[in-house]
């Protein structure tokens, strides 16, 4: 059996990983190579000291930080770049690999990559929740449907000890890291955000330090309220701490990742994304001077602009610079296909069912309207088909592939005494509940987050379960989803404007 | 959950519901029909047929819009007043017009038509297709900010719902001013009254909601309302079974969820 790796090309430029525990720091300005080009990390702040930082400090028992996750050259995420070459320089004994999450179960035999496949393959950690879900006071949710394994590669969801039958009844997801960069936005207190979740009029998750409502943002299935949340749960779970962190350490945490931001710099074709006089959206500190928490869907403050730049650029000038004008030219086109190509979007929950109608014509900026991020300002969680079926990434069954799924698949029943799915009816197959795990709401089923959607060169693969290697399927994946009909320019153009943010 | 039960008062007032209904008058249109999406050079519209004539019901604008589209794959029901105004997309204009999704999902509901340049719109529709010039639509979704010091009286709320619905994502606009006057009050006690309603078709036919709707939606609002913090009050859920005998003209109101807020 071949690698998992091999599937992939191997990284072209040198990585620098950050070992938890390492000392150094971070400059005020950093830029880190990938493969698209180079990817600028600002500390606004200034320059980070690692040494004894509790980002950067192995605080748990596995021998991970949150920098184990979160490696500022994969844009505070991590990269499958990385994850494979971690893979081949410790010969699988970097803490990312921890029984825990970093193998498709802990009871596989740890040493084979077969047991890390997930990760390996596709960027995938293990997310492990309570069934039935639980409320923010632990006490137990009653679900509006029941769930069954249909389908467990990973021999995790049936396992005795670990799996949804077991004496604490767990069910396993795989899902990306994201990014703990940029997170003015995620965790903005602007507009879409009330007592009240604007898309099912259900209470908002409220902020357990401060008593506010949150924008519910965090995390692809928003269970984690605040920054603070998210690091106390993480350092908990992925870093298996076995005593909680204490005030300092969470306030050190959520004070760097609050001033951390990422973006790609320079585009290995367009060249400097960040010249004097280009457009604005590009590079950290448009994000960094950027207004958080408000709509850009529309042509008076724009969700990436580009006050109409790159357009019709000179020709003439050497070879070089006509290539570079050319590239600058498609990510200019891209924008307008992101801003304003229209498309029927259909069947998409907690979209297509907060009044737009289904079918909605419109674009990608619709659902993709925050300034500077091109996440939704509400509460984000959407079913675009990523997780449920039919149209989640499968493994076509024939008898002439050797191809098999690599993901679980959940069949989840709707109770009878509420109203059905309005888009999938009461029985529906997933291969991730997504916020359905958190809410236990029947609607729910197969939403996810939306991502941010910066710095996306520095950190392959996407999708909350790494279904798509590349920009490119990214945007096939829409294409086919929504029967968009794009031409290969508009998809190399669309591809190319999302690789330079 | 345990504390948001605690306080709360389980009351059922049986009414009977002795209804004896009158056929609409001639300007109404109730009825239940697959929606029909019209594209246009610009935003689609949404029309439906009756008795073989076009209806139209809407535009596609954004959420904020008074009257939302409904969703291919389902039946809408439809409770407006026919006009002479100006057709649009080739259907006789409905206004006011109330359009309810209904839950069962219907594959034969499933028309899209392309654009014709006889259908095109006549005038600009309130937002564009793509984004729009950075602005909402319509204003509707606006939450009414709290008085700054409210008199502490007695204050009564009413949220509203389509058809066979529950809390949705229109409520968030409703609820934030209870919640908000409850909140800056110190209330101490909240009444929630639920109703369901029924709706005569213009056929004669008449639709009940669900028998046990009244009370999901007075324990619902009281759910949220807590979960959203107003724990404090002491709370009163009841709910009335029985639904009123619809008129045809003006159905809608009875289904709806009332709201007494008490220093």
């Known amino acids: ?501 | 959950m345990k504390s948001l039960q605690r306080g709360i008062t389980l009351l059922l007032a049986g009414v009977s519901g002795a209804a004896v209904a009158a056929m609409p008058d001639g300007a109404q249109r109730n009825f239940v029909a697959c929606p029909i999406v019209r594209d246009t050079a610009s935003v689609p519209c949404w029309l439906a047929e009756y008795e073989g004539e076009l209806y139209f019901l809407t535009l596609q604008t954004d959420v904020s819009a008074p009257v939302n589209p409904p969703m291919l794959g389902h039946k809408v029901l439809v409770e407006g007043r026919r006009t002479d105004k100006p057709r649009i997309c080739g259907g006789i204009v409905l206004e006011p017009v109330r359009l309810s999704v209904l839950p069962t999902l219907d594959a034969n509901c499933n028309q899209l038509l392309p654009a014709e340049a006889q259908y095109n719109l006549t005038f600009e529709p309130p937002r564009p297709p793509g984004p729009s010039k950075g602005r909402l639509a319509f204003n509707t979704l606006d939450v009414q900010q709290a008085e700054v010091a409210p008199q502490r009286v007695e204050k009564r709320f009413t949220i509203g719902y389509d058809f066979e619905a529950r809390v949705g994502f229109k409520h968030p606009a409703l609820l934030q001013p209870v919640l908000d006057y409850a909140l800056a009050i110190k209330a101490t006690r909240i009444d929630i009254e639920g109703h369901r309603g029924a709706a005569l078709l213009s056929d004669g036919t008449i639709l009940n909601e669900s028998p046990e709707l009244a009370r999901r939606r007075a324990q619902q609002v009281a759910e949220l309302l807590q979960g959203a913090g107003l724990t404090a009050p002491r709370y009163t859920v009841r709910w009335i079974d029985a639904a009123p005998a619809p008129s045809g003209s003006d159905d809608s109101p009875q289904r709806r969820v009332d709201i007494t807020v008490t220093p």
């Open chain 1, 1 to 501: 059996m071949a690698p998992p790796h091999a599937l992939y090309p191997a990284p072209k430029v040198t990585l620098r990983w950050i070992n938890p525990g390492e000392t150094g720091g971070l400059a005020a300005d950093g830029s880190y190579d990938n493969n698209q080009g180079q990817l600028g990390v600002l500390n606004a702040a200034g320059a980070v000291t690692a040494t004894g930082h509790p980002f950067f400090a192995p605080l748990g028992s596995n021998g991970r930080a949150c920098i184990s996750c979160h490696q500022p050259q994969d844009a505070m995420s991590l990269s499958l770049n990385s994850i494979r070459r971690q893979w081949q320089v410790t010969q699988g004994q970097d803490p990312i690999f921890a029984a825990v999450d970093g193998a498709n179960c802990p009871h596989l035999p740890q040493q084979d990559p077969a047991s890390h496949s997930l990760l390996l393959d596709r960027g995938l950690f293990r997310v492990f929740l309570p069934w039935p879900p639980r409320d923010a006071a632990g006490k137990a949710v009653e679900p509006e449907f029941s769930i069954e394994v249909v389908r467990d590669p990973t021999g995790c969801n049936l396992h005795p000890q670990h799996g949804l039958h077991s004496a604490q009844p767990m069910v396993s997801v795989y899902r990306r890291p994201r990014p703990a960069a940029n997170l003015k936005y995620p965790t903005h207190q602007n507009f879409g955000v009330s007592s009240f979740i604007g898309k099912n009029g259900l209470p908002t998750a409220r902020d357990p330090d401060t008593g506010k409502p949150t924008s519910m943002n965090l995390m692809a299935d928003a269970r984690a309220p605040s920054l603070r949340a998210q690091a106390a749960d993480a350092a908990a779970t992925h870093l298996q701490r076995l005593v909680p962190l204490s005030k300092a350490q969470l306030d050190a945490i959520v004070a760097f990742e609050g001033q951390v931001y990422v973006a790609q710099q320079i585009d290995r074709q367009a060249g400097s994304l960040i010249e004097p006089n280009g457009p604005s959206a590009f590079g950290p500190r448009a994000l960094l001077k950027g207004e958080a928490g408000v709509l850009g869907n529309n042509t008076s403050r724009w969700v990436f602009p580009m006050e109409g730049k790159w357009t019709a650029l000179s020709r003439g000038n050497g070879a070089a610079q006509d290539a570079r004008n050319a590239a600058r030219e498609s990510i200019a086109r891209g924008h307008d296909v992101f801003m304003f190509r229209t498309f029927w979007i259909r069947d998409s929950m907690h979209l297509n069912s907060v009044g737009l109608g289904n079918p909605t014509k419109r674009t990608c900026a619709t659902c993709h309207g925050m300034h500077m991020t091109g996440m939704d300002t509400a509460n984000g969680w959407m079913d675009i088909g990523s997780t449920n079926l039919p149209w989640a990434r499968e493994a076509p069954l024939n008898p002439w592939t050797t191809q098999k799924p690599e993901l679980p698949l959940f069949k989840l029943t709707c109770r009878n005494d509420i109203a059905p799915h309005p888009f999938l009816g009461r029985v529906i197959y997933t291969q991730d509940p997504g916020r359905a795990l958190i809410s236990g709401r029947c609607n729910d089923i197969g939403t996810i987050v939306m991502q941010q959607l910066r710095a996306l060169s520095a950190r392959a693969p996407y999708f909350s379960n790494g279904s798509a290697h590349s920009l490119r399927d990214v945007v096939d994946f829409y294409d086919r989803r929504y029967n968009i009909g794009y031409s290969e320019q508009e998809k190399q153009d669309l591809a190319n404007f999302l690789g330079a943010l």
